[in-house]
T-cell receptor, first 109, second 112 residues
Framework: RKEVEQDPGPFNVPEGATVAFNCTYS??????FFWYRQDCRKEPKLLMS???SGNEDGRFTAQLNRASQYISLLIRDSKLSDSATYLC??????????FGQGTTLQVKP | EPEVTQTPSHQVTQMGQEVILRCVPI?????FYWYRQILGQKVEFLVS????????KSEIFDDQFSVERPDGSNFTLKIRSTKLEDSAMYFC??????????FGSGTRLTVV
């Protein structure tokens, strides 16, 4: 089983749509969880941390279910500028980041 | 906003040559990392560095790789004898422990 698993997509959505990404992770001892955004040939940039209570940042909502080892990201009212690859990331027991393959989002006018 | 700086942005080298990738982490950060991303694949951990020594390394980080912090600011990754399969984006990152990681903009290494 992959350490962090994501649907690679691509997800093609019209502007204004709501889109949800899912992720599962294998290590139940993981302590920290993140969504990163990566634009083509650029470095990963932190989008948001993910907490068990769920957290929201503007149009973005992240959820964590530790029992199911499942993480989600919801993007509301998609913008053209949201087009990117979204990386689900967890920390190992030792603190290093473990990345998923990424889910590609293309928002079209 | 503080940033992690990497040089060069693009390096082309012949197979078998040595390359050194350079990074300047954020000055008050204590933990330093190298990750790599082969085109079309996921970001992979290579090595972590703390208190002037390697704290963890992956299976990818074999004897051909080494890291060094030669002074108070630079953090380097050396590949002794490059192979075609070393072609990738190499990202340096740093963090201060409890805080989030900051990644550099990467070095694209092309081995020909």
């Amino acid at each position: 089983r992959k350490e962090v698993e994501q649907d690679p997509g691509p997800f093609n959505v019209p502007e204004g749509a709501t889109v949800a990404f899912n992720c599962t992770y294998s290590n139940s001892a993981s302590q920290s969880f993140f969504w990163y955004r990566q634009d083509c040939r650029k470095e990963p940039k932190l989008l948001m941390s993910v907490y068990s209570s769920g957290n929201e940042d503007g149009r973005f909502t992240a959820q964590l279910n530790r029992a199911s080892q499942y993480i989600s990201l919801l993007i509301r009212d998609s913008k053209l500028s949201d087009s990117a690859t979204y990386l689900c990331v967890v920390t190992s027991n030792t603190g290093k980041l473990i990345f998923g393959q990424g889910t590609t989002l293309q928002v079209k006018p | 906003e503080p940033e992690v700086t990497q040089t060069p942005s693009h390096q082309v080298t012949q197979m078998g040559q040595e390359v050194i990738l350079r990074c300047v982490p954020i000055s008050n950060h204590l933990y330093f990392y190298w990750y790599r991303q082969i085109l079309g694949q996921k970001v992979e951990f290579l090595v972590s560095f703390y208190n002037n020594e390697i704290s963890e390394k992956s299976e990818i980080f074999d004897d051909q790789f080494s890291v060094e912090r030669p002074d108070g600011s630079n953090f380097t990754l050396k590949i002794r004898s490059t192979k075609l399969e070393d072609s990738a984006m190499y990202f340096c990152a740093s963090n201060d422990g409890p805080g989030g990681y900051t990644f550099g903009s990467g070095t694209r290494l092309t081995v020909v």
